[in-house]
């Protein structure tokens, strides 16, 4: 039986998401440089936003940078409803303003995405680049062995389903 998509259902699916190949990565770390020099003006790998990890199991590089969830549980979890989904991007933001510093979010977020600053006192995550560069993530750009794409939310399901689930529907 074919299940039909609802208007929102077909508008979430073209929203824009990071996905990452580890195969392809060779740890350079220009994603991070890239990050942290649009959002912070300087090379500060631990003020990215995005992290190139060497995996010793896999021997591989593993990227760490927010999935920009449907339902995030960082959102769910802000005690001042400091982070917002916006609805028509699907980009999880946090507001500077409204932010406490608590860290909650960084504890209930399953890859511990959001980081804390200790320069400016909140939580900080990925804002996909907007609205510097209009929703244009520079670590994709910066990325010269194309390990980081840009590609739409459905394509990322399935991306994530062929890659985290062993194909499983």
């Known amino acids: 039986m074919t ?3 609802s208007m929102k259902e077909k508008s979430i ?12 990565c060779t740890g350079c770390k220009y994603c991070e440089i890239g ?9 500060n790998l631990e003020k990215s936003h995005i992290h190139a990890l060497f995996d010793e199991r896999t021997k591989k590089y593993e990227a760490l940078v927010c999935q920009h969830c449907e339902n995030p549980v960082c959102a769910a979890s802000c ?9 028509k991007t699907g980009w999880v ?6 932010c406490i510093g608590c860290k909650t979010c960084i504890y209930a977020c399953p890859t511990s995405m959001p980081w804390f600053s200790r320069d400016h006192k909140i ?9 510097v560069r209009e929703g244009k993530p520079i670590c994709a750009e910066f990325c010269s062995p194309k390990a980081l794409e840009v590609v739409t939310r459905k394509e990322g399901w399935g991306f994530f389903r062929k890659r985290y689930l062993q194909g499983e529907e």
């Open 35 to 43: 990050c942290s020099l649009l959002h912070f003006g300087e090379i």
């Open 93 to 98: 933001k946090i507001n500077p303003m409204k």
């Open 123 to 131: 939580a900080m995550k990925c804002d996909f680049c907007d609205p």
């Open 13 to 24: 699916a073209k929203q824009r998401v990071l996905i990452y190949y580890p195969e392809r």
């Open 79 to 87: 005690p001042v409803e400091a982070i917002v989904v916006d609805e």
């Open 3 to 5: 299940r039909r998509c």
